[in-house]
């Protein structure tokens, strides 16, 4: 809504020129980020006031860590204030004529709002299982199916790649995946549902969810420029001016208009930084399933609409990580009556075996930005 009224400004009165800036998305980037972060670090003490308030603390397993009970009572669903400090600065510096934008933010607060029934659930009947599994995942279902279903019928996405594949470090013009519409749709909805609860599971120490988080969603705002930014001019070495689309540069698709999907995930980096402020250890606030569903179905949703659904998995790896060691664990436990791990997610495996909790968050993130860089890496294949 504010870019549209700066350049609404900007054409109707001479000496606001200068707000042409605006029309760039590297300064919207920029402006979003800031926005969000500057909410988050404003709004939260007064949030977490109200949280107290209302009395409306974490509910801890009693089968968990002993070291858990003391965050007993922790004012949680801190996502909602996430949402608000992402949901904002998106609407203030996106183009909202932008497909890409609602389809994001579709995803992002439909799962929000599945998760704020599930805390509330938690809170109201001081029950940790919240919102029985089934109901959850038919919502998720529901939404995801919904965003994926309209993406695929839009022309958002170009018709010769939208049923396509990139595999990380294979040259995605030369050798992509072909799939039909009925296994593409199927597997994207895989994709923004298993990010969701990959990110939900990894939400179970201070800051070890939001961390990732911040990191992935840093490398998917490089992503969704590459992939949608247009036509750019650069030197060649003969001294003249060469147009060149950078997609076609890294050998990737290009997507015009996915370049607006940055702001969105600069915001989602500003809201995860205010907020992890006041979610490091010792946290003064937990996110809740009201913020890690719709961070990770956000993930989820940004890696379908700029074809980067393999490179999810390299760059959330943590999150990967933490969903298939519960999977491997119950498999486990059904097939064998053994248990590979001390306790699932693995988080608490690391916990159980001695490392203090900072340690396990410091190199879970260590990690993340690793693998952040490996996804990267992936960018120019020859």
Known sequence: ???????????????????????????????????????SFLLSPWFIRRLKESQIGQVVRD??????LSKR????????????????PTLLWCDLRNGFIWLVLLVTVGYGVVGFFDDYLKLSKRNPKGLPGRYKLALQFVIGLAAVWMLFRSDLIPPSVRTQLALPFVNFQRHPI????????PFALLVVMGASNAVNLTDGLDGLAIGP??????????????????????????????????????YLPHISGASELAIFCGAMVGAGIGFLWYNTYPASVFMGDVGALALGGALGMLAVATKNEFT?????GI?????ISVMAQVA??????????????????FELKGWPEPKVIVRFWILSFFLALIGLMALKVR
């Open 1 to 39: 809504m504010l870019f549209h009224l700066l350049m609404r400004l900007k054409e109707t009165v001479s000496w606001l020129s200068w707000l042409n800036v605006v029309r760039y998305t590297s300064t919207r980037i920029i402006a979003a980020t800031m926005t969000a972060l500057l909410l």
């Open 63 to 68: 089968d968990g860590p002993q070291s858990h």
């Open 73 to 88: 009572g922790t004012p949680t669903m801190g996502g909602t204030l996430i949402l608000f400090s992402l949901v904002v």
């Open 178 to 185: 072909n799939l039909s519409v009925w296994l593409y749709i």
């Open 213 to 250: 988080v911040i990191i992935s969603s840093g490398a998917f705002l490089i992503l969704a420029y590459v992939v949608g930014v247009e036509t750019m001019i650069v030197k060649h070495v003969s001294g003249a001016d060469v147009p060149v689309k950078l997609a076609d540069y890294l």
């Open 312 to 316: 999810l998995a390299v760059i959330g």
């Open 319 to 323: 999150f990967v990580l933490e969903a």
């Open 332 to 349: 486990s436990f059904k097939l064998t009556g053994k248990r590979i791990f001390k306790m699932a997610p693995i988080h608490h495996h």
